[in-house]
């Protein structure tokens, strides 16, 4: 009961401060329909032999996951006019099955998207894991010494504080592939933690998955206003 009704708040508050972002914030930004004045590229981490984290409870690997995650913010995203490109659509990882170094090609043909896409900012999908079984939480990472994406990271993460149980209070530095293989401001979201099973059990649902996804447009909303 008590969970339904925090639930309900939540999603007032969304739709109170998307409305006012709508308003206020970015007004320019959905005015000049059909072209698009920002472009966000969504990299749903791992794929193919790549498949990620694994949940303790259900076995759901972050493959999978992640595109789930990729596309409902991909529709939250379009729903606004903003255009938005994927590194990957299905779960298949970006290499030729023949392929010697799977992991490598994939990689570079990410970064290959990533820096032809003209994108004004990079959101890579995560599901985190841990040995221990207690740690939970969502969390925003960014390249070292990249102000920009640090920005990105803060106006992300702050909406995470506002809106989910176990949000950490700040985004960190993360030293990661797709955040130094390109110059585009971006961030690593790691939305929880498989190996927590009741953060694993919340983060399969499709509420927890909506919310997540708002609260990073609304994060994105906020970092494209500054
Ligand atoms: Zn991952």
Do not use: W
């Not at 992640?66 to 299905?90: D, G, P, Q």
């Not at 890579?124 to 925003?140: D, E, F, R, T, W």
Request: hydrophobic residues 40%.
């Amino acid at each position: 009961m008590c969970i339904t009704l925090n639930k309900k708040i939540i999603v007032i508050i969304l739709i109170i401060i998307l409305l006012l972002s709508l308003v206020f914030a970015l007004p320019s930004a959905f005015t000049s329909t059909p072209s698009y004045n920002y472009i966000v590229l969504i990299d749903a981490g791992h794929g193919g032999v790549d498949g990620g984290a694994v949940g303790r409870k259900t076995g759901k690997d972050e493959n999978s996951l992640n595109l789930e995650y990729a596309f409902t913010l991909k529709e939250i995203l379009e729903r606004f006019n903003i255009k938005v490109i994927m590194t990957r659509t299905t779960l298949n990882g970006l290499y030729n099955p023949f392929s010697v170094n799977k992991k490598k090609d994939d990689m570079l043909k990410r970064k290959e998207i990533i820096n032809n896409s003209k994108a004004n900012l990079v959101i890579s999908i995560h599901m985190n894991s841990h040995s221990l079984s207690s740690p939970k939480g969502s969390q925003v990472f960014y390249k070292e010494d990249d102000h920009v994406s640090k920005g990105l990271a803060e106006c992300i993460q702050q909406i995470f504080v506002q809106t989910l149980p176990d949000a950490r209070v700040a985004p960190s530095i993360g030293d990661y592939y797709i955040l130094n293989c390109t110059d585009i401001p971006g961030v690593i979201i790691e939305c929880g933690y498989l190996s927590n099973q009741q953060e694993e059990m919340l983060l399969l649902t499709e509420s927890h998955r909506q919310l997540i996804c708002y609260s990073i447009f609304i994060g994105v909303l906020r970092f494209l206003s500054v």
